[in-house]
């Protein structure tokens, strides 16, 4: 299980992972209606996402001089320019590159958001860069566009391009989606959101769902939406030939929810010993979330105080949200 934060207001606990742009003002911008033609296709990644960490402002770059030896003031080399940092074939190594996107000023210029985006959509790696140093940029990169609060509309057409794209390195499709849940247009995203929920990839469709659930608390859906989205939930969590975390998180969406047609299958999981811990932990505290009858919750009090440790906690505190109903 991961941590996201939706809105840099509450945290969940469940799955995780972030975001990037440009305006109708950059008319003809290349990115703004995608590439022409199609894209080499990346070869999917089980690392899990890095959940996204979004810099409410960032510094501007300043060469600072410093004496040597001989006290002579000895100035830094000037950094490369963005498009060489973000070029696939210039061979600049990552600790260079990093440095040149992590230097860049909160407000950017037309240019500078187009070269960021392109970078964004590229599918190849760098030459001499790992995946995990795409990973990061692509992260930083997705931080920096995200202040870009004029380029908005843009960024959310990019943001659930990306999303959707199949050929893109799965852990950027989360930081896209993630980043989507924290704009201010929430039509956009529920529509993004909705489309990934129901889809065919479970660890996109949990983080999907979180949302969702975060923007009822928000912006609370009518009753038939609600239900709809325990019956989302409630499928992902009981296909079990789903990763367990992507199944733990729609379980858990089922709960908050108090979406009571999960109850049998929460019992059932938190019962198994055919499925790992983090699900059963998952399950105990749905069972807490959506109460029962008694002998749900004597079952709970068994679990509180039994042989299994790693269930004891999480029984105890769903017995004390637990009412029979």
């Not at 008319?27 to 199609?38: C, E, Y």
């Not at 509309?153 to 799965?170: I, M, Y």
């Not at 709960?255 to 999981?269: D, H, N, V, W």
Request: proline fraction near 7%; charge should be neutral; include cysteine.
């Amino acid at each position: 299980m991961r941590v996201f934060n939706h809105r840099c207001s509450r945290t969940v606990v469940y799955t995780a992972a972030g975001a990037g742009l440009l305006a109708a003002a950059v008319a003809g911008s290349w990115w703004l209606n995608g590439p022409a033609g199609g894209r080499p296709t990346v070869g999917q990644s089980h690392i899990a996402p890095v959940p996204v960490v979004v810099q409410s402002a960032l510094p501007s770059h300043r060469v600072l001089g410093s004496l040597n030896s001989e006290h002579k003031l000895d100035v830094p080399p000037p950094l490369p320019s963005l498009a060489m940092a973000l070029a696939v074939d210039s061979k600049l190594d990552y600790a260079w590159r990093q440095k040149v996107v992590q230097s860049l000023v909160a407000k950017l210029n037309p240019t500078q958001v187009d070269q960021l985006a392109a970078f964004l959509e590229e599918p190849r790696i760098p030459v001499g860069l790992t995946l995990e140093h795409v990973r990061s940029l692509k992260n930083d990169v997705l931080n920096v566009l995200g202040l870009q609060k004029e380029f908005q509309p843009a960024l959310v057409r990019l943001l659930t391009r990306l999303s959707h794209d199949s050929t893109q390195d799965p852990v950027l499709r989360d930081y896209a989606l993630q980043q989507l849940a924290g704009l201010d247009s929430v039509d956009y995203d529920a529509v993004a959101h909705w489309r990934l929920a129901q889809g065919d990839d479970p660890a996109l469709a949990a983080t999907a769902l979180l949302h969702l659930l975060a923007f009822d608390r928000e912006h609370p859906m009518p009753p038939v939406e609600r239900s709809r989205l325990g019956d989302t939930a409630f499928v992902l969590a009981s296909r079990a030939e789903c990763p367990e975390t992507s199944r733990a998180t729609a379980l858990q969406v089922c709960g908050q929810l108090k979406f009571t047609a999960a109850r049998s299958l929460a019992y059932e999981l938190a019962r198994s010993s055919s499925v790992g811990f983090p699900l059963r932990i998952a399950a105990v505290a749905t069972l807490g979330d959506l109460g029962g009858d008694i002998h749900t919750r004597d079952y709970l009090a068994t679990l509180s105080t039994g042989p299994e440790k790693r269930l004891r906690l999480p029984a105890d505190s769903a017995l004390k949200r637990f009412s029979i109903n």
